[in-house]
């Protein structure tokens, strides 16, 4: 294993930006799914504009 | 990007994108479809390409779409463009550090030196100092209304000069980069001169997948500010 990630070193870097990926997907979903909530719980309904001057 | 459908095959899309910008190997020859053609001076560093354009494509498209809410901004004026424009500015600064960053570490590597005042590193320099000129005049105006319509006449102002920082002042000047002036393929678009047919899959795989991913960043960025707001005028 240790011969191959020598020979490959490619794969280690894979591997870190492939990590790096994940923890940034999972805390996209995360927050995604935590301002659903939010949304949710407020009213009115967030798709509204926020404001309209006259 | 509203279904979760929609944001998981973005993810998967990228993923795969990733995988083949990182994997797929670099030969003189190349004899399988999965086989990269080694660019001269560039050799394995080419795979930045995949990776540091999309993110000053993205640049751009976040940019404009500040200008465009901007617009839209002072012809309606309604304060939820304002927001958008903001949240679109806000991100195409975020992507333009990260262009510039991924950028300079490959200069590091290709031309001995992280800065070097090309005329590439010194258009991205100076954008990303009008964005922050952007920021600061923001924060600088307490009124509400007043600091929406500074911006969005400053955000469009801004949005002009984006084409001419990004696309042609790099290319009508003498650098480094490649594509400028003075490199050997000439002053056209780098991707079209020098890349294979499956580099340029790759290429505009990244590209349509880091501008779905802004989008998806954008709606994120946009509602949370709502819900921030909404907060504020409820206290």
């Known amino acids: ?54 | 990007m509203k279904s979760t459908t929609a944001k998981i095959g973005l993810v998967l899309w990228l993923t795969l994108v990733i995988c083949a910008a990182i994997l797929f190997p670099m030969v003189p020859a190349p004899e399988k479809w999965y086989e990269f053609p080694i660019i001269p001076g560039l050799e394995e560093k080419a795979r930045i390409i995949f990776f540091h354009v999309p993110m000053a494509w993205t640049t751009v498209v976040a940019f404009v779409a500040a200008m465009i809410y901007g617009i839209r901004f002072l012809m309606t004026k309604n304060l939820d463009y304002d927001l958008r424009s903001v949240s679109a500015a806000g991100l195409g600064t975020m992507f333009c550090i990260l262009a510039t960053v991924t950028g300079s570490l490959w200069a590091k590597f290709n031309w001995g030196s992280f800065w070097n005042w090309d005329p590439r590193e010194t258009s991205i320099f100076v954008l990303l100092l009008i964005y922050g000129a952007y920021f600061a005049l923001r924060s600088a105006v307490d009124v509400e209304e007043k600091r929406a319509t500074l911006s969005a006449v400053y955000a469009i102002i801004a949005g002009v000069t984006v084409p001419f920082f990004i696309f042609v002042m790099p290319r009508i000047m003498t650098g480094l980069h490649p594509g400028s002036k003075g490199d050997p393929q000439g002053a056209g678009p780098v991707v079209q001169f020098k890349m294979a047919p499956n580099m340029l899959l790759v290429f505009f795989a990244s590209l349509l997948g880091f501008t779905l991913l802004y989008f998806w960043l954008f709606n994120l960025k946009v509602r949370s500010s709502r819900l921030e707001l909404q907060q504020q005028s409820q206290e």
């Open chain 1, 1 to 54: 294993m240790f011969d191959f990630l020598a020979d490959h070193q490619l794969y280690i870097v894979m591997l870190i930006v492939l990590l790096i990926w994940a923890g940034f997907v999972i805390y996209l979903f995360r927050l995604d799914g935590r301002i659903s909530k939010l949304e949710e719980m407020i009213q009115p309904k967030p798709d509204q504009p926020v404001a309209e001057k006259k």
